[in-house]
């Protein structure tokens, strides 16, 4: 697979995504969606943790797309949602540990829009992320 990502004059690469892919001799797509940062007996294991909370969910969703045969650079697009619980320091903290988990890939993904939503299925769950990955 090729990609080539874009940006604009104005908007160079942000440390968290490009804001556009051009993807070709893509082979496979995979979708990771849905995953949390509770346990298996529905225990949130950071409650009013939004970043504790983001870098348990990356670390679920790595399980997930490697037992597909994905790895970290297959990512080609990450849509993110908080609750309005979640103030803007704790948003661009959030935002720190994705940047963390993203700053060894050879090019970032591209992002969808940054959601406040009013509640996500929990009460605790501050933070949701879903991927996108392509090969």
């Not at 597909?68 to 903290?93: C, L, M, P, R």
């Amino acid at each position: 697979m090729k990609k080539t990502v874009f940006n604009t004059e104005n908007l160079n690469e942000m440390p968290w995504f490009n804001h556009g892919m051009h993807l070709q001799e893509v082979k496979e797509f995979f979708r990771v969606t849905g995953i949390c940062d509770h346990t298996s007996k529905h225990v949130q294991k950071y409650p009013n943790d939004p970043a504790g909370q983001a870098k348990q969910i990356l670390i679920y969703m790595e399980e997930v797309f490697t037992q597909a045969g994905f790895n970290k650079n297959n990512i080609i697009h990450i849509d993110w949602a908080v609750t309005k619980e979640v103030s803007q320091e704790q948003a661009f903290e959030t935002l720190k540990v994705w940047e963390d988990y993203i700053s060894d890939m050879d090019m970032k993904p591209t992002a969808g829009i940054w959601k406040h939503v009013d509640s996500l299925i929990h009460p605790d769950m501050l933070v949701e992320f879903e991927l996108i990955l392509a090969k």
